[in-house]
């Protein structure tokens, strides 16, 4: 699967549409620079969704990092990115 | 009042079922008995490799010698590594010791460990992880810090114990929050474990995936040791990123689960149009928090029955299970046969043989009353015997007008919006000081999503407004707002709840 940074963050954000227990306007402004924790508030079971999803969505595995190695929409975006290419 | 269900539950469970239940004694007459009778079926499969259940029965003897040459002898012993098969080895070899289990934690570190010998008095450690006994053998020269994988030439024979021998003792925050152990005889154990096996005909020869740790009342009895009892096989998810690849390979047919694990599976079950656990899970139980309707009737859909319970730490987990979950969806169920019970003032006090034999580690005489222990629950029982939480003592409102209020009874009515996620109902003041009843809700984003392009805000309080006029007036809350991120929560996920009004 190719796909662009772009349509990574736009992928992700479709996930955690569903993650976060929040409002649609929030997870529409979301960008790279987003904290997963301390901008949309999720928990360990959320961030448990987002990484078994992701790895559903993408077809990779998330084998050699901790859930809480990321910090932010983009350092999940990147490691997915090194994950396909 | 005695709980008269025992014929209820019969009928629930299925005859075919019920003549297999074996009223044992102890957990190590239960183990003598079945590691014999399904001997050659798997009874746990971790980490690529299955074991039956006579291989387990013979490590579990070899590991009694291990732990006779160490000192065991009728005393504590600590067992502190994450959920596997040497847990569970190490566990039966402790009990089958004529022992007491103390079941810690696994994400317990190197002060923590020396902190638990002091409150629970335990004589040796069992650990995976040596470095978290270091403090203690520092300050306690020769303590005995024993490898699970230490191996004995030769096996040792159980030892008989008695029913009122304590099994186990399992940390709990308990009623007050504080921390402390619930010292668990084998009686109360055992009741726990026959429990386990009524009210559902899904119940012997099942296939468990445990995702909760051993260290938890909830994992222990009605995972592990109620698979052990009836000849199941139970696969350990040793991380839960794995959980649903584990369930593919596994296929399993019953899980245990904590409502927050539930709802994040039934999201990605939803957002993937495919049932994650796979097709042949046929029933979860659901507990250790309040179950919202909500799970029932959307695992419903997907062909899975989810039977919300209710238990404690201190009742050796089960008291109620709720076999009707489709016709009382917002009840806990039938307590379970023969289980004492009285309700003081809206409270739920409890006997019987389940129940613990007291806390290890801290004085707490305000526990008890009369012998009845006091579970600090909020109840009532419907005309066909059904139990409901509607809150907890300590959470309870008293208004200005005098009248009480429990909140999660409040919060139980608006959270049956399928759009409202999680809700807390609290008391707030004005800038006179008049105090008044406020509502904050996170919405469900799943279902958000569904409604398209209107007002969200507008549309949630219009809802929920709609509900708040049928209570009755002074239940009414007088603000309700719209959160756009979740509540903030206690390490086991529960709510961490406003205290505004102090």
Redesign the interface.
């Known amino acids: 699967m190719k796909m662009n940074r772009n349509e990574i963050i736009e992928k992700l954000k479709e ?1 955690l ?11 529409d402004s979301i960008g790279a620079e987003t904290h997963l924790q301390n901008d ?2 999720l ?1 360990s ?2 961030m ?2 987002l ?3 992701t790895e ?1 969505e993408f077809g990779i595995r ?1 084998t050699d990092i901790g ?1 809480n190695e990321f910090g932010t929409v983009g350092d999940v975006a990147d490691y997915i990115e090194r994950k396909l290419s | 009042m005695i709980a008269e269900t025992l014929e209820r539950y019969r009928k629930y469970t299925g005859e075919a079922n019920w003549q297999r239940i074996r009223h044992y004694a102890t957990v190590t007459e239960m183990w003598e008995d079945r590691s014999k009778e399904y001997a050659d079926r798997i009874a746990i499969r971790d980490n690529g490799t299955d074991y039956t259940f006579r291989q387990l029965a013979q490590d579990v003897a070899a590991f009694r010698s291990v732990l006779k040459a160490r000192g065991a002898n009728r005393n504590r012993i600590a067992l502190l590594m994450p959920n596997s098969y040497d847990l569970v080895k190490a566990f039966l070899a402790v009990v089958t010791s004529g022992c007491t289990a103390v079941v810690l934690p696994a994400h317990l570190q190197e002060k923590e460990a020396f902190g638990t010998k002091m409150m629970f008095d335990f004589s040796m450690l069992v650990t995976n992880a040596p470095e978290k006994g270091a403090l203690l053998q520092q300050k306690f020269p020769d303590f005995p810090v024993i490898d699970p994988a230490a191996q004995a030439e030769e096996p040792s024979e159980a030892v008989p114990c008695e029913g009122k021998d304590g099994c186990a003792i399992i940390m709990t925050g308990g009623t007050t929050g504080r921390p402390k152990g619930a010292l668990l005889s084998h009686t109360a154990v055992m009741q726990g474990i026959i429990n386990s096996a009524l009210g559902v005909s899904e119940t012997f020869d099942q296939r468990y995936l445990l995702a909760l740790p051993l260290s938890h009342v909830f994992g222990l009895i009605r995972n592990l040791l109620a698979a052990l009892n009836t000849g199941s096989t139970m696969m350990i998810c040793r991380d839960n990123r794995d959980l649903f690849r584990d369930a593919a390979m596994f296929r399993p047919t019953i899980m245990v689960l904590v409502p927050a694990l539930a709802d994040m599976a039934l999201a990605l079950s939803k957002k993937f149009g495919k049932n994650m656990f796979g097709d042949s899970l046929k029933v979860i139980i659901c507990g250790a928090a309040n179950v919202p309707q909500y799970l029932v009737e959307e695992y419903h859909k997907m062909g899975v029955s989810l039977y919300p319970g209710y238990g404690l730490t201190e009742s050796a987990n089960l008291v109620s299970g709720n076999p009707e979950n489709l016709n009382k969806p917002g009840s806990v169920g039938l307590i379970f046969p023969e289980m004492e019970y009285r309700i003081e003032n809206g409270e739920l006090w409890l006997k019987g043989k389940n129940m613990m034999d007291g806390y290890v580690g801290v004085q707490e005489d305000d526990a008890y009353e009369d012998g009845w222990f006091k579970t600090g629950d909020l109840v009532r029982i419907d005309e066909d015997g059904f139990l409901y939480i509607t809150g907890r003592i300590k959470e309870v409102i008293v208004l200005p007008s005098g009248e009480n209020i429990s909140p999660a009874e409040l919060e139980a009515r608006f959270n049956c919006l399928p759009v409202i996620q999680d809700s807390q109902v609290f008391e707030d003041q004005d800038e006179n000081g008049h105090r008044f009843l406020a509502l904050e809700v996170v919405p469900r984003a799943a279902e958000v999503a569904k409604l398209g392009s209107i007002d969200i805000n507008a549309y949630l309080i219009g809802e929920l407004q709609k509900i708040n006029a049928g209570l009755p007036s002074f239940a009414r809350v007088s603000r309700i707002e719209v959160r756009t991120s979740d509540f903030e929560r206690t390490p086991s996920m529960k709510i961490v709840r406003y205290k505004k009004c102090q």
């Open positions: 996930i549409l569903f993650a976060d227990d929040s409002s649609n306007d929030k997870i949309l508030g928990t079971v959320n448990l969704y990484i078994i999803a559903e998330f859930m």
